[in-house]
């Protein structure tokens, strides 16, 4: 079956979106608020509960990751991005384990994970089917892979960007894809994932003090972190898929 994702590339090889990761993690990184990152931890234990062997695929500089490891995880790391890792081992994750390694070609043996993340990175890989097969070689029969997608026709994300602007959303970095609820799953299954839920998430609700003081200097942002829950899943931002390996 095929899948058919709208994309936008700005760097012509892989080689070139390496050195480009690694220019935005040394220049500003990449994360999103912790509450997002709390809210995922949520639906990853309601899939597989701690403790287990946990692989954060392309970390970044392992936000996630402290997070799962305080839960009860035994919680690793990979990222091709040195900078990337660079960053994490300095802001104290020196306790965490990492490798440097491309996402396409894990350096792991088959079966060697209860659980496999993917934290909105899939949509960025040169060879995204490539990933989804390493995701479910590593893991082991009955292990969980959540994965987080960004929807071509999120209501709030993207169908509200091009009633505004008349193009998909460009978030800047090297390479973006975006595909329907549909295509996404098809991906995943044709290459070792079988999805047996798919969970939306629009905008979480506040967990920490910071995250309350950034929404509150944007009420917008309230009122759609309040109607999230109700938007159908076809129409979600961003689109978490709980699979199996198939």
């Known amino acids: 079956m095929s899948w058919y994702p709208i994309e936008i590339r700005h760097t012509p090889t892989e080689v070139a979106e390496q050195a480009a990761y690694d220019t935005l993690y040394r220049d500003r990184g990449l994360h999103q608020r912790d509450s997002l990152y709390l809210w995922f931890l949520d639906l990853v234990r309601r899939a597989s509960p701690p403790p287990g062997r946990l692989l954060d695929v392309s970390c970044g500089e392992g936000d996630f990751l402290r997070f799962a490891q305080r839960a009860g995880y035994q919680g690793m790391g990979i990222d091709f991005s040195v900078a990337a890792l660079h960053q994490l081992d300095q802001r104290g994750g020196a306790a965490i384990p990492l490798a440097a390694s491309n996402a396409q070609r894990l350096p792991f043996a088959d079966h060697t994970f209860d659980l496999v993340t993917n934290i909105g990175s899939l949509e960025h890989y040169f060879a995204p089917e490539q990933g989804v097969r390493e995701m479910a070689r590593v893991l082991r029969p009955g292990g969980t892979a959540v994965v987080l997608l960004p929807n071509a026709f999120g209501l709030f994300g993207n169908i509200w960007h091009v009633l505004r602007h008349g193009e998909v959303f460009d978030d800047g970095q090297p390479l973006q894809r975006y595909a329907s609820r549909g295509s996404w799953q098809r991906l995943l ?58």
Request: glycine residues 6%; proline residues 10%.
């Open 189 to 246: 299954a044709d290459h070792g994932l079988r999805t047996q839920r798919v969970v939306v998430l629009e905008r979480p609700l506040p967990r920490t003090r910071t995250d309350w003081q950034w929404m509150l200097r944007r009420p917008h942002t309230f009122v759609r972190s309040l109607i999230g829950p109700i938007v159908p899943v076809n129409l979600g931002d961003l689109l978490v898929f709980v699979c199996t390996p198939s």
